[in-house]
């Protein structure tokens, strides 16, 4: 069966997907073939540039066209936060599969909505958390569920970025409340969060601070699509620049999470340092194919080595044929759409889901409660 795709949003993040969608056959022989019937954007001419560039077969202003289209299966669904709970709901009532950006909404009653959507007409909801994709984190997760490292005890994760800290940023959509959400814990804790659960297990409880750094950004002269400056008025900063958490899970194990947007001189530094009993992992997107691996008898004085991913960690051997060979971020972005689709022929999940973003969502609302009252808060 031929799989009909439509993309809904064509900024960055929908080249991604359509990229995606385009080089999955080249990487695996066994990946349903993909048919791009449609894209939607509201900007004039973006959707027919698309459709001229990346061969779809139609272009539209109004992505409410594409819903009864019975040739479209699937859709990508990659525009701004507060259009997800909208856009996603409407194409899991029609029946459609679903392969959505993070962190789905701006609540997590915004992800519960899509999940209640589709509950009639049941299809496969894939969302982008993408680092959990990298092979040599999925070779994590197998060392840890082996116990190589004993049982996990305390663990850092961080996610630092500068793409906000030029204080002339343009105020964009992003940075309100309304149709940014919760800022950077939406944008890049949400990936903290997965990255938590996917390798050492549930959130019992949180604790959390967060900080708006730059208070005021001016206005921006016309529609931003990415992080251009701005040159007009100056106006709030409505949510947060910055995200600190201490996380207890249900294991017992201790975590911290950093989240930053406005952090000078670091450019996606992303990464977790994981503490066991017998030992210790070191992950950085930044150098997406080694992990840091501390396994040995003697506790003290322990060295690292760094251990290459090679084609026997996770989707790697798609790729590459030998270990020590780069990846790149839009290879993370392939394996998801390959995740997907084989959701869609298999009828049952691959990769991350809405689930995943709701627990996400879920620990994110209950650090946002946490920074209000100051104290603890229990996820349910």
Excluded at 308 to 325: T, V
Aim: glycine share 12%; hydrophobic share 40%; no cysteine.
């Amino acid at each position: 069966m031929t799989i009909g795709v439509g993309v809904i949003g064509f900024g960055w993040m929908g080249q991604v997907h359509t990229r995606s969608y385009l080089r999955v056959p080249q990487h695996y022989s066994d990946a349903p073939p993909v048919e791009l019937v449609a894209v939607a954007d509201d900007v004039p001419g973006r959707a027919s540039a698309a459709a001229a560039r990346y061969g779809f077969g139609a272009a539209r202003l109004d992505w409410r066209d594409l819903l009864d289209d019975s040739r479209i299966h699937a859709v990508s669904i990659t525009l701004p936060n507060f259009l997800h709970r909208e856009v996603g709901s409407a194409f899991a009532a029609a029946g459609k599969h679903i392969w959505i950006e993070k962190p789905v909404g701006l609540r997590a009653d915004d992800a519960g909505a899509i999940a209640g959507a589709g509950q009639v007409a049941v299809g496969q909801v894939a969302v982008g958390f993408n680092y959990r994709n990298a092979p040599a984190v999925e070779k994590a997760r197998e060392l840890l569920a082996r116990h190589r490292i004993g049982n996990v005890t305390h663990a850092r994760f961080r996610l630092l970025s500068d793409y906000a800290a030029h204080p002339e940023a343009a105020l964009s959509w992003r940075f309100e409340r309304e149709r940014g959400g919760n800022g950077v814990l939406g944008d890049l804790g949400s990936h903290g969060v997965d990255l938590i659960r996917y390798l050492l297990g549930e959130i019992d409880a949180v604790v959390a601070d967060t900080a708006i750094f730059l208070p005021t950004r001016p206005r921006p002269a016309a529609a931003t699509a990415g992080h251009e400056r701005g040159s007009g008025e100056p106006g709030p900063v409505e949510n947060d620049d910055w995200l600190g958490a201490l996380l207890r899970l249900t294991s017992g194990a201790r975590v911290t999470l950093e989240a930053s947007r406005v952090a000078v001189a670091e450019q996606n530094n992303y990464g977790f340092e994981i503490h066991g009993t017998t030992g210790a992992l070191f992950w950085d997107f930044r150098r997406m194919g080694e992990l840091g691996v501390s396994i040995g008898p003697s506790y003290q004085d322990e060295s690292v080595r760094t251990v290459f991913a090679g084609p026997r960690d996770g989707e790697f051997g798609s790729f590459q044929p030998g270990a020590g060979i780069p990846m790149s971020y839009d290879d993370l972005k392939v394996i998801e759409a390959y995740r997907f689709l084989r959701s869609i022929a298999d009828g049952r999940p691959h990769g991350a889901t809405l689930d995943d973003a709701i627990r996400s969502a879920e620990a994110l609302d209950a650090m946002e409660r946490s920074v209000a009252s100051g104290g603890w808060v229990h996820l349910r």
